[in-house]
């Protein structure tokens, strides 16, 4: 099995090796956001040059790993599990798919959107989120080219492709958080789309204990987590299960919601012995 388990959408790990002369030639992403789009991940050396890697195999891990979050919307799957949450006010109105929304929180990676003559009736918030790797893709992208007789530059795997679970899994809890926050404030949903194996790394790092396994309306933070597997020539991705949690347990997942109490006696015990003449500060005086 090669470690690149797709290259710009094609599947590499099936009966035999598709010819990818085409794909390297155009390097256009089948999911980028505008027709015949290329894929936006390059090569810091060299900008013309998209690594084009959408998934990674691992032998101890039993799915594949998307590396990109363009591929989540193939057959905008993620997009129709979703629309349950805007269900009541779609008859007789338009919906819309809008990405990169700003908020005071940062950007929202897609809103899913009705509306009734170009003014919004509802909407439901939708982030995206695949995992990130350490070490070189590239190297091992050229590997695999290699190895299928194509002509590639000298050189190889330097580094092993690592993946940064407790990286991925912190950045993008600590976003859920704020972001909860914002819609809960408004009345409105917020969806998080992972794929399982992510998912199962944060239930087991962080505290899950209390996210809904039946997914209620009355929860602001949705989880949509979906399973990646090969099916014929192509990887299909599909909904696995789905979770929920209130704004009081997406608070607590990260430990936000500790007792006041109990954080103030360990900030007084913290500081206590550095309360020495090394650290006394006179206002207004110059610096020595």
């Known amino acids: 099995m090669y470690k690149v388990n797709e290259l710009f959408g094609i599947y590499t790990n099936g009966k035999s090796m598709p010819d990818l002369h085409e794909a390297l030639k155009l390097q256009v992403c089948p999911w980028a956001s505008t027709k015949g789009g290329k894929c936006y991940k390059t090569r810091k050396s060299d900008s013309s040059i998209a690594?084009?890697?959408?998934?990674?195999?691992?032998?101890?891990i039993?799915?594949?790993?998307?590396?990109?979050?363009?591929?989540?919307?193939?057959?905008?799957?993620?997009?129709?599990?979703?629309?349950?949450?805007?269900?009541?006010?779609?008859?007789?109105?338009?919906?819309?798919?809008?990405?990169?929304?700003?908020?005071?929180?940062?950007?929202?990676?897609f809103m899913l959107v009705v509306a009734h003559q170009k003014k919004v009736v509802?909407?439901?918030?939708?982030?995206?989120q695949t995992i990130d790797t350490t070490g070189s893709v590239w190297n091992?992208?050229?590997?695999?080219?290699?190895?299928?007789?194509?002509?590639?530059?000298?050189?190889?795997?330097?580094?092993?492709?690592?993946?940064?679970?407790?990286?991925?899994?912190?950045?993008?809890?600590?976003?859920?958080?704020?972001?909860?926050?914002?819609?809960?404030?408004?009345?409105?949903?917020l969806v998080l789309i992972c794929q399982t194996p992510l998912y199962e790394y944060m239930e087991?790092?962080?505290?899950?204990?209390?996210?809904?396994?039946?997914?209620?309306?009355?929860?602001?933070l949705h989880f949509h987590v979906y399973d990646y597997n090969p099916?014929?020539?192509?990887?299909?991705l599909s909904l696995a299960f789905m979770r929920s949690a209130s704004l009081d347990v997406v608070q607590n997942m990260m430990g936000m919601n500790a007792d006041a109490?109990?954080?103030?006696?360990?900030?007084?015990?913290?500081?206590?012995?550095?309360?020495?003449?090394?650290?006394?500060f006179t206002p207004f005086s110059e610096s020595r």
């Open 231 to 236: 099916l014929g020539t192509r990887m299909e």
């Open 261 to 280: 109490s109990k954080e103030y006696s360990a900030i007084i015990e913290a500081l206590t012995p550095k309360i020495i003449p090394d650290y006394r």
């Open 140 to 189: 091992f992208r050229q590997d695999l080219l290699r190895e299928n007789g194509y002509d590639v530059e000298p050189g190889g795997s330097k580094r092993s492709v690592g993946i940064n679970w407790k990286m991925t899994a912190k950045t993008i809890l600590a976003q859920m958080v704020q972001k909860a926050e914002l819609f809960d404030g408004m009345s409105k949903n």
């Open 51 to 60: 690594i084009g890697t959408c998934s990674l195999h691992f032998d101890n």
């Open 62 to 109: 039993r799915q594949p790993l998307l590396i990109c979050p363009s591929r989540l919307k193939d057959r905008n799957k993620i997009f129709n599990d979703c629309i349950q949450f805007v269900a009541n006010n779609i008859a007789g109105n338009e919906l819309y798919l809008i990405p990169e929304v700003s908020t005071s929180v940062g950007n929202i990676d």
């Open 122 to 128: 509802d909407f439901v918030a939708l982030e995206l």
């Open 204 to 220: 087991k790092s962080f505290n899950f204990a209390q996210v809904h396994e039946r997914p209620s309306d009355r929860d602001v």
